[in-house]
């Protein structure tokens, strides 16, 4: 066989046996910390200019305006546990389209599009920050999209964490869909559903804005044991609070 074939052939072999990297999510790497961090992500790809925008998110929520808010009403159910550690947290869970999970608030329905992990909080409420909190972004029709934050705080087990925790992947990757096992989100949610509302952005690049925010009152209790295992990965993922720039916090009664 010529040289040529033979080249060939070793390239298209090692196109079999060499295994693909996890395709990137971001195509410009960012941090929480240091030159590529919160203070620098509007200046690290024009594509996250909106990290300078005037409706960023998290926020520290003081002096919301009281106001006759409709219920959050969350139909969420068991479903295939399909999680990933991209990163920039340990855990993120992924739903298709169709999933059947759902938030509606005032005639908009929203579906659950993943939920992550953050430690601490992100948000802070009248100057307090939390162990941590969680984030469940939707998507309603008219490509709307709306974020529910449920803040976290030691105390007992949650036994939703620790059916989580058992499958958290260890290092960043792919995703990875868990055979037979079924996890409810409802499982992380506080029984009082009221909460303060506004209009913000994603909490990470590329920070788009056009969020509704609905950040519940009543924290979850996890244990200091979960906390610590999540922290042993991402001791600190969070962006700080950012400005609110004349935005109006509303809060439900």
Not at 15 to 23: K, S
Not at 94 to 107: I, K, S
Not at 136 to 150: C, E, I, P, S
Not at 222 to 238: G, N, R
Request: net charge positive; with cysteine.
């Amino acid at each position: 066989m010529r040289k040529l074939d033979l080249t060939f052939v070793f390239l298209v072999a090692a196109a079999f046996l060499v295994p693909a990297a996890p395709r990137a999510q971001w195509k410009t790497p960012w941090s929480y910390a240091g030159k590529d961090g919160p203070s620098h992500w509007a200046n690290l790809d024009p594509a996250y200019a909106a990290c300078n925008g005037k409706e960023q998110s998290p926020i520290d929520i003081r002096n919301a305006v009281k106001a006759d808010l409709p219920t959050l009403q969350f139909e969420f159910k068991n479903g295939p546990l399909n999680i990933i550690n991209n990163g920039y947290t340990a855990v993120r869970l992924d739903y298709a389209a169709g999933n059947g999970n759902f938030v509606t608030v005032g005639g908009e329905r929203y579906e659950l599009t993943q939920f992550h992990f953050h430690r601490p909080s992100e948000e802070y409420i009248h100057g307090k920050q939390y162990d941590m909190v969680i984030h469940f972004m939707l998507r309603g029709g008219g490509g709307k999209v709306a974020g529910v934050a449920v803040l976290v705080k030691a105390g007992h087990a949650n036994d939703t964490v620790r059916e989580l925790w058992k499958y958290m992947p260890k290092t960043a990757g792919k995703d990875h869909l868990i055979p037979g096992v079924a996890v409810n989100p409802a499982g992380l949610l506080p029984r009082n559903t009221a909460y303060y509302m506004y209009a913000g952005s994603v909490t990470a690049p590329p920070c788009t804005e056009g969020v509704t925010w609905f950040v519940l009152k009543t924290p979850v209790s996890v244990s200091q044991q979960q906390i610590d295992a999540f922290t042993k990965l991402y001791p600190h993922d969070v962006r700080p609070p950012q400005p609110l720039d004349g935005r109006i916090v509303k809060e439900s009664n």
